[in-house]
Nanobody, 115 residues
Framework: QVQLVESGGGLVQPGGSLRLSCVASGSAFSIYDMAWYRQTPGNQRELVASVSNGGRTNYADSVKGRFTIYRDNAKNTVYLQMNNLKPEDTAVYYC?????????WGQGTQVTVAS
């Protein structure tokens, strides 16, 4: 069983930066595709960025050029570096570990972008 714990959320002014971290338990981290999703009240969870177990990345159009996802398999951790944050980035951000046979979610971390 994989458990994911996110951290790094908080309140930041528009134009600011945050780095989210997601630490996974267990020894199988490197075989999982990892992703960050976000969700606002009343809306479906949406994909923000993903990184495959081979290192291929994918981004939502709304965050391209501002967010970077990367993983450190030695630390069982995936990161989301968020720069030039906008009020519309405000959401609860969730980490997901997925593969063909199973997937796992973290508990989420709140990101609020406001002046």
């Amino acid at each position: 069983q994989v458990q994911l714990v996110e951290s790094g959320g908080g309140l930041v002014q528009p134009g600011g930066s945050l780095r989210l971290s997601c630490v996974a338990s267990g020894s199988a981290f490197s075989i999982y595709d990892m992703a960050w999703y976000r969700q606002t009240p009343g809306n479906q969870r949406e994909l923000v960025a993903s990184v495959s177990n081979g290192g291929r990345t994918n981004y939502a159009d709304s965050v391209k050029g501002r967010f970077t996802i990367y993983r450190d398999n030695a630390k069982n951790t995936v990161y989301l570096q968020m720069n030039n944050l906008k009020p519309e980035d405000t959401a609860v951000y969730y980490c997901k570990a997925g593969r063909t046979c199973d997937s796992h979610w973290g508990q989420g971390t709140q990101v609020t972008v406001a002046s």
